[in-house]
Antibody, heavy 125, light 110 residues
């Protein structure tokens, strides 16, 4: 069974940093790209970024709205993906979901088949 | 990249069919068949309903169908049931190698 479990959320002050983790199981982690999607309270979904599999160099892509503040990484030896969030703003308050694409060979994020339960990040002073 | 445009709300009676539109641009829906639809029940993560415009993942009811014409994609729910009451989101891959979501549509079963 494919599982994605996010952790690391919580209350953080504006301007500070936070790192989220996505612990996975049930599939060959190294074969898949992973995205992060967030949802502000009562709002819609927003794609955050994507990290490709090592086959494609583990390269990343991000939503332009993030202004370069977020960094994705992965540890294929531990089956974990990370989202490093820097210079946090109040508008970053959201539930952050880790999502896996449908097929392993895709080089770009196109279909989010498996979602974690999400972790809430609250940015407030 | 602006969000795809969806109606805020759509409603229908049990047994009826409803259609949710998702309008994009020449940078997303118009050029790629990478349109997906997701259903989100309150307090839960989204669930994939449709991928690649019109394909259903295993386990998704055939009452859900997708289509696309030009820069507009559509999700049709036939034989509407009370359990279909939820929020629905479309998404598309874009020419800037990103993903854009629609603003979401709240479906109410009357």
């Amino acid at each position: 069974e494919v599982q994605l479990v996010e952790s690391g959320g919580g209350l953080v002050q504006p301007g500070r940093s936070l790192r989220l983790s996505c612990i996975t199981s049930g599939f060959i982690f190294g074969d898949y790209g992973l995205s992060w999607v967030r949802q502000a309270p009562g709002k819609g979904l927003e794609w955050v970024g994507f990290i490709r599999s090592k086959t494609y160099g583990g390269t990343t892509g991000y939503a332009a709205s993030l202004d370069g503040r977020f960094i994705l990484s992965r540890d294929d030896s531990k089956n974990i993906a990370y989202l490093q969030m820097n210079s946090l703003r109040t508008e970053d308050t959201a539930v952050y979901y880790c999502v896996r694409d449908r097929i392993p060979t895709i080089i770009e994020p196109v279909t989010f088949e498996y979602w974690g339960q999400g972790t809430l990040v609250t940015v407030s002073s | 990249q602006s969000a795809l445009t969806q109606p805020a709300a759509v409603s229908g009676s049990p047994g009826q069919s409803i259609t949710i539109s998702c309008t994009g641009t020449s940078s997303d829906i118009d050029v790629y068949d990478y349109v997906s639809w997701y259903q989100q029940q309150p307090g839960k993560p989204p669930q994939l309903l449709i991928y690649d415009v019109s394909h259903r993942p295993s386990g998704v009811s055939n009452r859900f169908s997708g289509s696309k014409s030009g820069n507009t994609a559509s999700l049709t729910i036939s034989a509407l049931q009370a359990e279909d009451e939820a929020d629905y989101y479309c998404s598309s891959y874009t020419t800037t190698s990103t993903v854009v979501f629609g603003g979401g549509t709240k479906v109410t079963v009357l």
